[in-house]
């Protein structure tokens, strides 16, 4: 019988054990195509998890995820690219000066990226929050189409729209998943706290919650400073990824894809989200064949270029329109509640005989 | 800066004006009743470009006649996005037709994608609107004459309809009270899908007004013209038609005027929309004519 508290913990350390084992099979062993696609599962996850506690726990509903992003891609990668990459890539307007002989670990950038972002989320947050529903949701498309504008014009820091090409690629799946674990983690026990309980209760009613003695101002601008350090993170993971980044990178298009994730995996639920991401990852490589010409016994079929976002536009209007929880509605997967499910289930089957 | 200069930059500044007051309408009228933002008007602005474009191709209708088709189609488009992703949604959270704005938004963008095809095409001008008349020193192309006079006409028949007919009541009547305009005997469906197929209509007249302005057309084109008569629509109020067409006005007026007095701030110009809309959000977020 497992009952106890300690059970359940050695449980989930097993769990993360056997993942940290598969990560170590699968970075030696898979080839660079998988990898790829599993940094994605990894990288989605951190974005729909970041994006779900400010829209489905805390029910502000923010459009500006990709600014976030595209704040931690510039930030880690200045910082992580060597002196000698600056000076290839910034061949029309040299970078100023500081930032052109830095040099620092990945990891380090990494969490600068996430300060930075962090740092901008409260400037932004502290005066939007203010604001409700879909004026936020104005406010923050906007703040991320003005980061896209201001970096493709700040030629000397950002080089532009010409973006930062070749940059080293660092993001493995130590990376993405350590990190995907770490955030789902974080976020599970802050939404488990007391303030994870303030949250929700800002999402219920937030007249009744500031009437029982909730901050409101500063529970919003907390769960949107988190969101927004974890988003930067993500995109600094991206953009070592992808090894390439330009601000167009960070259009809305790419707040939108997080949306879809977010909303398909049910608004207000860990579990949800981290299914979709990795589907969705996955799903955009598995639909790539429908965008490419095929043929079937002779019959040649041209690829419809675009296809991929109408499919999964279709599916979030479906999901919009007749399953408005999403996958998992605000429902939480655990071992615990697998345990129980279980032994209750066996226990009505024995008092029903 | 001379005079001239000024001149020519007034006159394009007018009809962008008015172009995005057309769009703003839109948004507001529909803000109004449902006390939703309806993403996907750029959409529908967008879709009515094409649907000219094809009715002159494929069905090779006169020019004239593609585009009164293209208004009904968008009239049409309006009230199906309404009766599909909207009603079922009204009884729902706010945060769930919020959902469905955005998704049928990004739809409509893939759908003409797929079956338009990325790359733009050219739109086709009649002869006036490509031809620049030259007064005294001042150039000004065709469309910047016809532009402000079609909005207007359009604008006073929106305004006849929304305070001088019963329909126009009705409409106003929700805006100030959903369940007692309901229990007024106001059929609520068939007003809402009414403003939705004004606006959508005007919609159409924009985005036929802008191709002939700038004659590429794309998937995309509806975002920015879109997000503009947007911001258009908050400055001015949301929810007050008057308040829509003034915002359009300074919106437009402001946006040649940038670029026309601070040219090297030119690559900003789509930034500094957006830093107008948060700063009226923020100080003074029921905008110019809006209520409290």
Not at chain 1, 258 to 283: D, Y
Not at chain 1, 300 to 325: E, K, S, T
Request: positive net charge.
């Amino acid at each position: 019988m497992i009952e106890k508290k300690k059970d359940f913990l050695l449980l989930k350390i097993a769990t993360i054990l056997i993942i940290i084992l598969f990560i170590f099979v699968a970075q030696r062993n898979f080839d660079t195509y998988v990898i790829r696609i599993l940094n994605l599962c990894g990288i989605y996850v951190i974005l729909g998890v970041s994006l779900n506690l400010i829209n489905g726990f805390t029910g502000q509903f923010s459009l500006g995820h990709a600014g976030f992003m595209a704040i931690g891609a510039y930030v880690s990668a200045l910082l992580y690219m060597s002196p000698e990459l600056k000076e290839v890539n910034y061949f029309i307007t040299p970078l100023i000066w500081p930032l052109s002989v830095i040099q620092i670990p990945f990891v380090f950038s990494l969490i600068i990226a996430g300060l930075v972002s962090a740092g901008v989320g409260f400037l932004v947050g502290a005066p939007c929050l203010r604001l409700r529903g879909d004026y936020l949701a104005i406010v923050t498309f906007g703040f991320s189409e003005i980061i896209r504008v201001l970096f493709c014009n700040l030629q000397n820091i950002t080089n532009g729209p010409l973006g930062l090409k070749g940059l080293p690629s660092y993001t493995n799946l130590w990376w993405s998943w350590g990190i995907a674990i770490f955030a789902v983690w974080f976020i599970k026990n802050l939404i488990n706290s007391s303030y994870g309980r303030a949250l929700k209760s800002i999402r219920e009613d937030d007249i009744a919650a500031e009437a029982m003695g909730v901050n409101l101002f500063y529970h919003k601008v907390l769960s949107f400073v988190v969101g927004a350090f974890f988003a930067g993170i993500g995109g600094a993971l991206l953009g070592s990824l992808v090894m390439t980044i330009d601000p167009n990178t960070f259009s809305f298009f790419m707040t939108f894809q997080i949306i879809i994730i977010v909303i398909v995996g049910g608004l207000g639920s860990i579990t949800g989200t981290v299914i979709v991401g990795v589907l969705f990852a996955v799903l955009m490589e598995v639909l790539r064949s429908v965008e490419s010409p095929m043929s079937f016994f002779g019959l040649n079929i041209p690829g419809i270029p675009g296809m991929r976002m109408l499919i999964f536009a279709i599916l979030l209007m479906i999901v919009v329109l007749f399953f408005h929880q999403g996958l998992m509605g605000n429902r939480e997967w655990s071992w615990e509640w697998l345990y129980y499910k279980l032994t209750r289930s066996k226990k009505e089957i024995k008092e029903g005989s | 800066m001379s005079l001239n200069i000024f001149l020519q930059n007034l006159s394009n500044g007018i009809s962008l004006g008015c172009l995005f007051a057309l769009v703003a309408i839109g948004y507001t009228m529909v803000y109004g009743v449902l006390r939703l933002i309806n993403f996907a008007h750029g959409d529908i602005f967008m879709m009515a470009a094409f649907f000219v474009f094809y009715a002159m191709t494929i069905f090779s209708l006169p020019w004239g006649i593609a585009c009164l088709v293209a208004i009904i189609l968008a009239m049409v488009l309006g009230r199906t996005i309404e009766r599909v992703a909207y009603k079922p949604l009204r009884n729902a959270p706010r945060i769930s037709s919020l959902c469905s704005a955005i998704g049928m938004s990004f739809l409509l963008e893939n759908f003409a994608i797929v079956v338009f095809g990325g790359r733009p095409k050219s739109f086709y001008r009649p002869e006036f609107f490509a031809k620049t008349f030259v007064l005294g020193e001042v150039r000004v192309p065709g469309v910047n004459f016809v532009t402000p006079i079609v909005s207007i006409v359009f604008l006073l028949i929106l305004s006849y309809i929304v305070y001088r007919t019963k329909t126009g009541l009705a409409m106003r009547a929700i805006s100030k009270d959903f369940d007692t305009a309901m229990l007024m005997g106001i059929n609520l469906d068939r007003t809402i899908s009414f403003t939705f197929m004004i606006g959508s209509g005007l919609a159409a007249v924009g985005a036929i007004l802008w191709a002939l302005r700038y004659p590429q057309i794309w998937p995309f084109m509806g975002v920015f013209p879109g997000w503009r008569a947007f911001t258009a629509a908050i400055i001015g109020g949301i929810g007050s038609i008057r308040g829509a067409m003034v915002g359009g006005f300074l919106v437009g007026l402001l946006t040649i005027m940038i670029v026309a007095f601070l040219p090297e701030l030119a690559g900003y110009k789509d930034a500094f929309i957006f830093v107008i809309l948060i700063f009226v959000l923020l100080f003074k977020p029921e905008g110019l004519f809006g209520e409290e």
